[in-house]
């Protein structure tokens, strides 16, 4: 990574204000999934060890005001289970009790701001917030990298106004694998790309392209690049104002020697419902009523010597709906043929994360982001905000 990360700064005695992804799943008060918060505990265990005064901060759902269910008090409690050591909650992310407490703080004490998204600033990236949130911060550090392709007051504004900007390992790790590893990669190299729609992975495979051997193409995008080769689908999700940039976009790959392998059959259904009648069909006969909702055993057949034979396989969407049980076998063998493989497999954040955890394979796979968009920016060959801002290393 080219930017300044935690362990290169003096920290003993500074105040720090790091930013997090604590934006984790609470049901009924309780923390359903606390991956984030784990992820993030290296950084903030390395800055408390080294005698850091520490304000963490995060944002959590997209809060219309102060909404008592979105605090982060459930954050606070686990965190002082992990850590082993109290992590007390704030009343507020900024103002007259937040520096009355975080003054108040020794070396080696954290404190954890309550939510940023409580105030409209955060979003607006306005200039007074960011003010208020970067007031007596010495050290700026940023380990969220989920949030980190949002121009945010916590991610950017407060930052340019903090004397020292540095990345926490979560984020360094993040970047270094999803650019740096792209930027060089080994080969075979084959990315699977899937998802609902073609429009929000055309940057990503506009980049690609120019690194890749092999495209393998599934979930609902797929019937697009489909249609583009003028086959009827059914009642399939097909993005018609798509149609023609889906037919460039195989084109140019196929300019360049790419692969570009879309499905060869599908599960077919009625409706998207847990107890749908389904079939397995050709790609060539979808019938009229029905829409295909994940990719089917031949195309999985055909895909698997080629994700078999591959040095790195990076996996930005998943093949079907894999939330419900009938259109998950897709995601799920394609998951299980990159955990027994070789290949460094890289998985995109977002449902893509989500997927390869819920059919177990989660342990086996080389590397899980922790952000879908901000993974996707980085994949598209874009700078990053919440990186840009940071000092250079």
């Known amino acids: 990574m080219d930017r300044k990360t935690l362990d290169q700064?003096?920290?003993?005695?500074?105040?720090?204000?790091?930013?997090?992804?604590?934006?984790?799943?609470?049901?009924?008060?309780?923390?359903?999934?606390?991956?984030?918060?784990?992820?993030?505990l290296p950084s903030i265990q390395y800055a408390l060890d080294h005698g850091a005064r520490l304000l963490l901060a995060s944002h959590l759902g997209s809060p219309k005001g102060h909404e008592p269910e979105l605090s982060l008090a459930p954050v606070a409690a686990r965190l002082t289970e992990l850590l082993g050591r109290p992590v007390p909650l704030a009343g507020d992310c900024m103002g007259d009790e937040v520096q009355h407490r975080a003054a108040a703080l020794h070396n080696g004490e954290a404190l954890l701001l309550e939510n940023l998204r409580y105030h409209a600033g955060e979003?607006?990236?306005?200039?007074?917030?960011?003010?208020?949130?970067?007031?007596?911060?010495?050290?700026?550090?940023?380990?969220?990298?989920?949030?980190?392709?949002?121009?945010?007051?916590?991610?950017?504004?407060?930052?340019?106004?903090?004397?020292?900007?540095?990345?926490?390992?979560?984020?360094?790790?993040?970047?270094?694998?999803?650019?740096?590893?792209?930027?060089?990669?080994?080969?075979?190299?084959?990315?699977?790309?899937?998802?609902?729609?073609?429009?929000?992975?055309?940057?990503?495979?506009?980049?690609?392209?120019?690194?890749?051997d092999r495209f393998l193409i599934g979930g609902g995008m797929a019937f697009t690049f489909l249609a583009a080769q003028g086959k009827e689908v059914g009642g399939s999700l097909v993005e018609r104002e798509m149609v023609e940039t889906a037919r460039t976009i195989m084109a140019k790959a196929s300019a360049k020697g790419v692969g570009f392998d879309l499905p060869l059959d599908c599960v077919v259904a009625r409706e998207i419902q847990d107890d749908a009648e389904i079939r397995i069909t050709g790609v060539d006969d979808i019938p009229a009523d029905q829409k295909g909702l994940d990719i089917g055993p031949a195309t999985v057949r055909a895909w698997e010597p080629i994700l078999r034979g591959a040095k790195l396989v990076v996996w930005n969407g998943p093949m079907g709906v894999y939330e419900l049980e009938p259109f998950r076998s897709?995601?799920?063998?394609?998951?299980?043929?990159?955990?027994?493989?070789?290949?460094?497999?890289?998985?995109?954040?977002?449902?893509?994360?989500?997927?390869v955890k819920r059919v177990g394979e989660a342990e086996r796979m080389t590397f899980i982001s922790t952000g879908g968009g901000a993974s996707l920016e980085l994949l598209e060959g874009k700078t990053l905000p919440g990186v840009a801002v940071l000092d250079p290393a």
């Open 9 to 40: 700064v003096a920290l003993t005695g500074k105040r720090c204000f790091m930013r997090c992804d604590f934006n984790v799943p609470i049901h009924d008060g309780q923390i359903a999934d606390d991956a984030r918060i784990r992820q993030a």
């Open 123 to 212: 979003k607006k990236n306005d200039p007074e917030f960011a003010r208020a949130l970067a007031t007596g911060v010495e050290v700026y550090c940023n380990n969220a990298f989920g949030t980190a392709h949002r121009a945010h007051a916590s991610m950017v504004g407060m930052a340019q106004l903090c004397p020292v900007r540095v990345a926490g390992f979560l984020l360094r790790d993040e970047v270094d694998y999803l650019s740096t590893v792209i930027a060089d990669p080994a080969h075979p190299f084959v990315a699977i790309i899937g998802g609902s729609k073609v429009s929000s992975k055309i940057g990503v495979l506009d980049h690609l392209v120019e690194q890749v």
């Open 330 to 355: 897709g995601t799920a063998h394609v998951a299980h043929i990159l955990g027994e493989g070789k290949a460094t497999s890289i998985i995109g954040g977002g449902d893509t994360a989500d997927a």
